[in-house]
Antibody, heavy 121, light 106 residues
Framework: EVQLLESGGGLVQPGGSLRLSCVAS????????MTWVRQAPGKGLEWVSTISGTADSTRYADSVKGRFTISRDNSQNTLDLQMSRLRAEDTAVYYC??????????????WGQGTLVTVSS | EIVMTQSPATLSVSPGERATLSCRAS??????LAWYQQKPGQGPRLLIY???TRATGIPARFSGSGSGTQFTFTISNLQSEDFAVYYCQQYNNWPPTFGPGAKVDV
C-alpha cells in the first residue's frame, strides 16, 4: 500500500520561507512523477508543481513560479517543496500526491493527508 | 489554461438513490479526466481516471462517462459513506486543472 506523509507546515510571516517534505513508502519511488496540490481554507484544489520520476523535468503553476522549488531524493524516497517569498494567498493545506507514471501529467492515484501552511503576520 | 466547471454545486440525495454530477471543460481534454472524492479533514481519493475507468478498489456503484468537453459521474445506490465533495480534473494539457467541486449531501 502506498503511503505519503507530509510534514513541515506551520505559521510563517509574509515574505518568509518554508520547506515542506513528503516521505513515500510502499512503491518504487523513482518510477513515478510526484505532485504538490494545495487547498486554501474552504476552497477547491489547486495544482502547484510536478516533478518527473528522474527529476529531469519540473513544472510549476504560474502563481508560484519563481518562488517555489520542487525537488526529490530518490535514495530517501522524499519529495520536497521549498517555498519562499510567501504571501497570504499561499495559505493552504498542501498535499503530496503520486502520479500514475513517471512522466508528469496524469491522474493522481495516491494522496497524503496534507500539511497546513499559514502565512500571516 | 483549461477551465473546468461542475454542476450542480450541491446535490441533495437520500441513501439508496442515484447521484449524477456533470463536469465540463473549456476545450477538449479527450478522455484525460479524473474524478476524486474528498471527505472533511482528508486528502482526496482517486475514483475514476480515463473518464470511465474505476481506480483500484473502487466499488462498481461509481461510474464515469464522457469525452471531449462533457463528462458525467454517477453514484448509484448511494451509501452513507459517499456523502462528500467530488472534484473532476483534466490532465490532457498543462497545467492540470480541477473543477470547483460538487458536494453530495443528504
Amino acid at each position: 500500500e502506498v503511503q505519503l506523509l507530509e510534514s513541515g507546515g506551520g505559521l510563517v510571516q509574509p515574505g518568509g520561507s518554508l520547506r515542506l517534505s513528503c516521505v513515500a513508502s510502499g512503491l518504487p519511488f523513482n518510477n513515478y512523477a510526484m505532485t504538490w496540490v494545495r487547498q486554501a481554507p474552504g476552497k477547491g484544489l489547486e495544482w502547484v508543481s510536478t516533478i518527473s520520476g528522474t527529476a529531469d523535468s519540473t513544472r510549476y503553476a504560474d502563481s508560484v513560479k519563481g518562488r517555489f522549488t520542487i525537488s526529490r531524493d530518490n535514495s530517501q524516497n522524499t519529495l520536497d517543496l521549498q517555498m519562499s517569498r510567501l504571501r497570504a494567498e499561499d495559505t493552504a493545506v498542501y498535499y503530496c500526491a503520486k502520479n500514475f507514471d513517471h512522466g508528469g501529467n496524469t491522474e493522481l492515484d495516491s494522496w497524503g493527508q496534507g500539511t497546513l501552511v499559514t502565512v500571516s503576520s | 489554461e483549461i477551465v473546468m466547471t461542475q454542476s450542480p454545486a450541491t446535490l441533495s440525495v437520500s441513501p439508496g438513490e442515484r447521484a449524477t454530477l456533470s463536469c465540463r471543460a473549456s476545450q477538449s481534454v479527450s478522455s484525460n479526466l479524473a474524478w476524486y472524492q474528498q471527505k472533511p479533514g482528508q486528502g482526496p481519493r482517486l475514483l475514476i481516471y480515463g473518464a470511465s475507468t474505476r481506480a483500484t478498489g473502487i466499488p462498481a456503484r461509481f461510474s464515469g462517462s464522457g469525452s471531449g468537453t462533457q463528462f458525467t459521474f454517477t453514484i448509484s445506490n448511494l451509501q452513507s459513506e459517499d456523502f462528500a465533495v467530488y472534484y473532476c480534473q483534466q490532465y490532457n494539457n498543462w497545467p492540470p486543472t480541477f473543477g470547483p467541486g460538487a458536494k453530495v449531501d443528504v
